[in-house]
């Protein structure tokens, strides 16, 4: 009950996306020093270093700026920006507040000059180093200059000497911050590109540990991956029948002594490429071995399954596997079968090489049916119907 009240106040001021919820949240923090300062000033009013009317003023600025950025934040507006986050100006706003206050604060001033440092060093985990230098060269002339004004108008309480010794400690400390900001904005893009490049490169690697590099297919080792989710989900439901067909092209010994190994490559990528089209997009096809492919046909009754390898056959009939050689017309034989609830895959697996074993003593040019539950035989190919083996 109140976690949750906390929550809806929490997206109420701080709203529900995350990246702007951390931006807001950032902002705030910012404020809540500022909130700080504007207690100092009732403090420096009380004990009578400073005007009721200066701290006023000098509190509404403040509050004026918080607003005018958690409005925008709030809003969205800052999206428009090409840094969102809007650091540099809501810096810059805050470094003039500062310039305001050490103008007002009389004889207590030189204690503002803390607040530059941190609102420079609230700036340092974001600025990008360009934002980072011209904040601080910013500060250093806006101070400059307030310094000078303060000590000519207000003399008795911003006397020159100290007011030297006051710039003389912004060039330095300013500078040093800003350079800091700098260094850590290199750093920080240094980093990125690194999270990228080994995001590529994990990329690359799932690719490659996952993929084959002839056809770009699935390879065999993930292939049982898919495989033994498969198999779980299956145990698991009861209801999601899968087969199992292994492809193997015929004669392709012949393909590489006839036209070289480059057209045999070339055939097993364009002969992985008709599998993936004609199967179903739920079917996982996979480079099985060298000239072997092995189908997951999911959700899918043996006998819609043969009719799925039918189609292909068909289809490669009709496409041209090899550019320059339109007679090329492979054929392969498969071994087909349906997945028994409970057994090992890799018995499934065997019966499907057993019933390619047989595809292919059957003459080839075929797909040999063995029936998951009953283990019996049974041959489709060449145009005949199907018949047991
Ligand atoms: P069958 O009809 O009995 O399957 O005969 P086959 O010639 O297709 O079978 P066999 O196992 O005798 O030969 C398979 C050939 O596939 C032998 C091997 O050199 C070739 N092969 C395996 N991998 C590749 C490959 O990546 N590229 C090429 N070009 N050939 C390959
Ligand atoms: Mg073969
Ligand atoms: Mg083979």
Known sequence: MTSSLIKRTGDLILGTEP???????????????????IALQGYACIIGFMHWGDAALL????VLNVLFWYGMLRAGINQRFADPALTL????????????AYAVTGPVHGSTLMLLALVLVFGIFNMKAPDAKLAGIYTVLLMG????????SEAQHYPIHLEIAHFVLVAAIVPTISSLAAQLSNLRAKLQNQKEELTQALNRIQVLATRDELT??????HMMDVLNQHQKRLTRSG????????????????????YGHNVGDEVLRNFAQAAATVMRETDVVARWGGEEFLVLLNDTQPGAAAIGLERLREHLHNVQLAANLPDLKPTFSAGLTDYALSEPLHSCIERADRALYA???GGRDRVVMVDGSAHAPQTQGNGHPMAVA
């Open 89 to 100: 100006p809501q810096i810059l706003s805050a470094l003039t507040v500062i310039a305001g």
């Open 216 to 221: 770009g297919l699935y390879n065999r080792r």
């Open 19 to 37: 990246r702007q919820r951390l931006r807001i949240y950032r902002s705030l923090m910012a404020a809540s020093v500022y909130l700080i300062c």
């Open 59 to 62: 509190s509404s600025l403040i």
């Open 239 to 258: 209801h999601h029948r899968f087969c199992l067909a292994i492809l193997d092209i015929d004669h392709f010994k012949r393909i590489n002594d006839t």
């Open 145 to 152: 200059l307030t310094m000078l004004i303060k000590s000519q």
């Open 359 to 361: 595809a292919k003593n």
